[in-house]
């Protein structure tokens, strides 16, 4: 009996292997299928995003409302949270192209260094004082702005069914996971490097992710009305961050341009974030501004048949008046918020409106750049006692100074980890060391001598150009003997560009 089981035993356990080589052999690969498994499953589609049909409008409304040939460019725009790795400058920069495409409303500047972390703007502005170089067409404007939040499991939830028949346990959970991500964009004057007033745009998506890791979808709140968007287009944070990028990019070139860029939004003009958008746009613009806009929207209805020049005339007078009639208002004739109102529909086709960008700018040569440098209490000290350096420059630029002691260790005094602000403003003075700051250093005679000081000023940042011996940490001595060696080695980094440059020598008893 016990021979017998021995034997059926074996028999049960040879099936048993040979089933589970049979069903291994129809898993294992097959290497003459090998080209096909690696083809892609999936057909390529086109990006599509739940504000592309608004850029198309927006492209539409640039060319009826006569905005084209306006030139700029950007910063890159990066995550300030570390959360995220994207290409938010290409995003801005597809945007850009894509309501521009019939318009031509804006053509993009692309220019990049080599450098990952380097000002692309400033970079870029060198080469306007270095026109032997290259010639560019000058941005009127350009665009910064980061991520400036990404707050992932904002809210969390989970929730599970299970079952249990004595031989069989199932269940199954869902987890869902709420993120806010917010954009903010700037748009700045390319020729100061100052930002425009009211001209930025802050938005935020609430992006929501189930338990398998994909987006169920994601939602903006923005002047009243909610943006929403399914998980067949919001599929990551990426695409959230291309789609607040869109809205941000619509809503800047948009308020610049001053075109109902909300129609293109759906958002009725009803809405009181719009009409009062309508009337900081009204009262901002000169009375020949205003007459030039009338003309050349009442001719563009056909109401109008004179010049767009700014002139108000009968002509005008009564074009305004049957344009009043035919829309319900008050038919004075007069120039008037409630017309312009009106003539702001994106319909409206503004005909020879005069062109807003200016021509492109010529450069002659470099421009000078002079570096004024005081001390506080003269030239004449004594030994124990401290000084303090007045300095500033005659327009925007990036300041380099340099301290040459009695024994002729030379080290750079700025910037400095405690004024670590390389560009500074025309004609705004810097206190170098700053007395504001109680921890910062001090420079105070300690031996009778001559001691001297020199501040060199430069269109760029020259700090990751400047050779090695002056790219010491600063406050260490630099293996210079003199000052005129390192103005020397600063000199040969930025010619043939602008350099300033200003010099003190202190005597001390």
């Known amino acids: 009996m016990f021979a017998s089981k021995r034997a059926l035993s074996a028999l049960c356990g040879t099936a048993i292997l040979a089933a589970a080589?049979?069903?291994?052999?129809?898993?294992?690969?097959?290497?003459?299928?090998?080209?096909?498994?690696?083809?892609?499953?999936?057909?390529?589609?086109?990006?599509?995003?739940?504000?592309?049909?608004?850029?198309?409008?927006?492209?539409?409304?640039?060319?009826?409302?006569?905005?084209?040939?306006?030139?700029?460019?950007?910063?890159?725009?990066?995550?300030a949270t570390g959360k995220l790795a994207l290409g938010s400058r290409d995003m801005l920069i597809t945007s850009i192209s894509r309501m521009s495409q019939v318009s031509q409303a804006f053509r993009y500047v692309d220019y990049e260094t080599d450098q990952l972390k380097a000002d692309s703007v400033q970079n870029l502005s060198q080469m306007f004082y270095n026109a032997n170089r290259i010639t560019i067409d000058m941005p009127q404007v350009y665009i910064s702005g980061s991520i400036s939040q990404?707050?992932?499991?904002?809210?969390?939830?989970?929730?599970?069914?299970?079952?249990?028949?004595?031989?069989?346990?199932?269940?199954?959970?869902?987890?869902?996971?709420?993120?806010?991500v917010t954009l903010e964009l700037h748009l700045g004057d390319f020729r100061t490097r100052t930002i425009i007033p009211g001209a930025d745009s802050t938005n935020t998506i609430a992006v929501v992710r189930t338990g398998e890791g994909m987006d169920a979808g994601a939602k903006i709140h923005k002047a009243g009305v909610s943006f929403n968007f399914g998980s067949d287009i919001s599929e990551g944070s990426g695409q959230a961050v291309r789609t607040l990028i869109e809205l941000g990019t619509i809503e800047l070139l948009g308020r610049w341009t001053r075109v109902p860029y909300w129609e293109c939004l759906q958002i009725e003009r009803t809405n009181p974030a719009v009409l009062t958008q309508l009337r900081d746009w009204f009262d901002g613009m000169s009375q020949q501004q205003l007459i030039e806009f009338h003309q050349?929207?009442?001719?563009?209805?056909?109401?109008?048949?004179?010049?767009?020049?700014?002139?108000?005339?009968?002509?005008?007078?009564?074009?305004?008046?049957?344009?009043?009639?035919?829309?319900?208002?008050?038919?004075?004739?007069?120039?008037?918020?409630?017309v312009y109102e009106a003539l702001m529909e994106g319909k409206v086709k503004m005909h020879a409106l005069p062109s807003a960008p200016p021509k492109p700018v010529t450069i002659s040569g470099p421009q000078p750049i002079n570096v004024n440098l005081q001390a506080q209490d003269?030239?004449?000290?004594?030994?124990?006692?401290?000084?303090?350096?007045?300095?500033?420059?005659?327009r925007g630029g990036f300041p380099y100074c340099y301290y040459r002691d009695v024994d002729g260790t030379v080290v750079q005094i700025y910037p400095n980890r405690f004024q670590p602000d390389k560009l500074i403003a025309?004609?705004?003075?810097?206190?170098?060391?700053?007395?504001?700051?109680?921890?910062?250093?001090?420079?105070?005679?300690?031996?009778?001598?001559?001691?001297?000081?020199?501040?060199?000023?430069?269109?760029?940042?020259?700090?990751?150009?400047?050779?090695?011996?002056?790219?010491?940490?600063?406050?260490?001595?630099?293996?210079?003997?003199?000052?005129?060696?390192?103005?020397?080695?600063?000199?040969?980094?930025?010619?043939p560009a602008p350099m300033g440059a200003s010099r003190l020598t202190f005597t001390v008893h």
């Open 150 to 180: 990404v707050e992932q499991g904002v809210q969390a939830g989970r929730e599970g069914v299970g079952l249990t028949t004595g031989v069989l346990d199932i269940g199954g959970q869902r987890d869902r996971n709420v993120s806010l």
């Open 21 to 79: 080589l049979a069903v291994a052999s129809c898993t294992l690969p097959d290497p003459k299928k090998a080209p096909v498994a690696v083809q892609p499953t999936n057909a390529p589609v086109r990006n599509l995003t739940s504000f592309s049909e608004a850029l198309r409008c927006m492209d539409g409304l640039f060319q009826r409302q006569g905005k084209n040939g306006f030139i700029i460019t950007s910063k890159s725009i990066p995550d």
């Open 378 to 394: 003269g030239l004449t000290y004594d030994r124990g006692q401290r000084v303090q350096l007045n300095m500033s420059l005659s």
């Open 296 to 338: 050349a929207g009442l001719s563009g209805l056909g109401y109008y048949k004179g010049p767009v020049n700014g002139t108000y005339s009968d002509v005008l007078r009564t074009a305004i008046t049957n344009f009043q009639t035919d829309r319900g208002l008050v038919p004075n004739g007069q120039v008037s918020f409630e």
């Open 426 to 495: 025309g004609n705004r003075p810097v206190l170098i060391p700053d007395p504001s700051m109680s921890n910062s250093f001090s420079l105070q005679f300690i031996k009778s001598g001559r001691e001297e000081v020199v501040c060199v000023a430069t269109e760029v940042d020259i700090g990751t150009l400047m050779p090695a011996a002056l790219r010491a940490p600063e406050l260490t001595p630099l293996p210079f003997h003199s000052l005129d060696e390192v103005v020397n080695a600063v000199k040969a980094v930025v010619q």
